[in-house]
């Protein structure tokens, strides 16, 4: 007497048509087989249970088929059968898995250039690949790049981040996705038809449900539940067998919410976690329930998109309860809860939690929705004085408190024309400290500086240099106000910009932001009242000292600026890559 088969091991597709979902997979491979343009290596990769191993074997039966290559394999020829039963000794399935060594992939590699003996290609068929150690990806590498002509390989791995990119780089990659709920249960409903066991629609949808994607927990699960409930399958056995709850229990716990019954709730979820469900799966049907309630408010329509909800008159009334903003909020309590469990022995306590505050999301909802009101109230009556006034003065009536009105430009011309914030003062004191070591510590660092920036902090100084220094605090000059504006706004440039000039000099300085046109006017303005013009020589010794530096300083700013040389290899290279040297 034969063992029994489980579902996913008897129905396992044997071509691109059978396999459920991946369009995108199946067509590319297809028209690859097609018009012969298969290559060499493959990287299937994706969650489990989502056809990876299964596209695999049917490519390589599409390959090798007497009929082919073709689009489909015929599955009755010699080579499709053999493939089929895993008896082709051309066709080799390895499981990094238990074979990750670098001896086991010396073994493969040393067969590669042995002709296939009964088919057209060799295929090898590497699951669990991410599992191979180092020096296996090693070994297989060269191989990889320059297989000979007869030779296919097909990796497939849940976990691609794990592989190498000097591997993934040699590989046609397919990223397999989730397969929808939709899918699973018609592949289900084909199933149970061909095997002629009876099927309640909605115990499916329980099952693909809780599957999340992947076809083979679904048949498992269904292998499961079909041997517990013997001649007819119903709900109760689905969620019995599952873990998964019914969706009454969720009816029941969203009218105790929106009522504020907080013990109602609280009870409810204790007695659920009495009879073994896991809080953390709770929390991620609750998720759902409340999202199929979303799904009922704003496209009633969509019920094919139900996941637990039936949508149902009763369902519907139940949504209708909920304001969408309060959907909202309760979705993103669930969410950082669930995510928060995941650090936490204390799952329960995070669940009961949240039930509570769930239950207050209405009144904060409520709370919105009037201060909304109060505002839309208030815009209505500016509106009206707003029209009021357009219209007196289109009859030529000037408004009351019109002195007011023509107050107003004289404040606006008080602040420059860029909108930049100038510290004036704080500059005139880095100038009167300003040496020429410092700014020079500063500019023998600058490219440095620019390189080590994010891209985006590093565009706002395209056109910034530093101007002047002392031994705390320099100034930066922009040449666009916007930039300069843009770099005073930004609040982690500006942390983190004098921390990274720390880090490469040594000193935390303060930076001074400001426009090139605005430097040009101070400068002049301390020009003029130290009376460096002039050079006098009759002053202290204490003030001829600081002025001739700091006129030193200024003077070489002018010089580099204007020195045709500097500014046509800055041209050519870039300011960055430009230092000047004095001899």
């Given at each position: ?208 449900q809780t599957a999340a994607g992947g076809m083979r927990d679904a048949l498992s699960m269904l292998d499961q539940v079909v041997s517990f409930s013997g001649e007819k399958m119903t709900i109760e056995d689905a969620l019995l067998v599952t873990g998964s709850i019914g969706q ?101 306590v995070y669940l009961e939690t949240a039930i509570i505050r769930l239950a207050q999301v209405p009144r904060e909802a409520t709370a919105t929705s009037e201060s909304n009101s109060e505002l839309e109230n208030k815009v209505r009556a500016l509106e009206s004085q707003l029209q ?196």
């Open positions: 007497m034969l063992s029994y088969q489980a579902f996913y091991r008897v129905y396992r597709p044997q071509s691109f048509a059978e396999m459920s979902g991946q369009t995108h997979i199946k067509q590319t491979l297809q028209n690859a087989l097609l018009y012969h343009k298969t290559t060499h290596a493959y990287l299937f990769s994706g969650p489990r249970g989502t056809g990876k191993t299964s596209a695999a074997k049917i490519f390589a039966k599409a390959l090798n088929c007497e009929n082919g290559p073709t689009k489909e394999p015929c599955n009755t020829c010699e080579t499709c059968k053999s493939i089929t039963e895993g008896s082709n000794t051309d066709v080799i399935e390895f499981d990094a898995a238990s074979n990750s060594r670098v001896e086991e992939m010396r073994e493969v590699i040393e067969k590669v250039r042995f002709a296939p003996s009964n088919a057209r290609y060799k295929v090898y068929i590497i699951d669990e690949v991410h599992m191979l150690s180092t020096s296996a990806f090693n070994a297989l590498l060269k191989t990889l790049e320059e297989p000979p002509a007869h030779v296919v390989f097909i990796l497939a791995t849940t976990e691609p981040h794990k592989i190498p990119l000097t591997i993934i780089s040699r590989c046609q990659r397919f990223d397999f996705k989730r397969i929808t709920s939709a899918d699973i249960v018609l592949r289900m409903k084909d199933i149970l038809t061909d095997a002629g066991i009876e099927y309640d629609e909605d115990v499916l949808k329980v099952i693909a009454d229990v969720f009816f029941q716990l969203a009218e105790a919410l929106i009522e504020k019954d907080v013990a109602k709730a609280l009870s409810s979820v204790e007695q659920l976690v009495e009879d073994g469900k896991d809080p953390v799966r709770l929390t991620e049907d609750f998720i759902t329930f409340y999202r199929d309630l979303l799904i009922l408010l704003v496209a009633p329509n969509q019920t094919e998109l139900l996941e637990i909800a039936t949508g149902d008159d009763a369902f519907r009334e139940l949504a209708s309860k909920f304001p969408i903003d309060t959907l909202y909020k309760s979705i993103s309590i669930l969410t950082n809860t669930q995510q928060e469990m995941r650090f936490s022995n204390h799952a329960k009021q006034l357009q219209q007196q003065i289109s009859q030529g009536i000037l408004p009351t408190g019109n002195s007011t009105m023509q107050e107003q430009p004289k404040k606006q011309r008080t602040r420059s024309q860029s909108g930049v914030k100038v510290s004036s003062g704080r500059i005139h004191e880095i100038l009167k400290t300003a040496t020429k070591t410092d700014i020079q510590a500063i500019k023998s660092e600058w490219s440095n500086i620019l390189q080590q920036l994010q891209k985006s902090h590093a565009a706002l100084l395209n056109d910034a240099e530093p101007v002047a220094a002392s031994s705390s605090a320099f100034v930066l000059k922009f040449k666009y106000d916007i930039h300069c504006q843009m770099a005073m706004e930004n609040k982690t440039f500006s942390s983190s910009f004098p921390q990274l000039i720390a880090s490469l000099i040594g000193t935390m300085y303060e930076v001074v932001y400001v426009p090139e046109e605005n430097w040009l006017k101070i400068r002049e303005e301390f020009i003029q009242q130290n009376g460096l013009k002039q050079g006098s020589s009759n002053d202290s010794a204490e003030n001829s000292s600081q002025p001739s530096e700091a006129m030193e300083l200024l003077q070489g700013v002018e010089e580099i600026s204007e020195d045709p040389l500097v500014v046509e290899a800055e041209k050519l290279f870039g300011k960055e890559f430009v230092e000047v040297h004095d001899d």
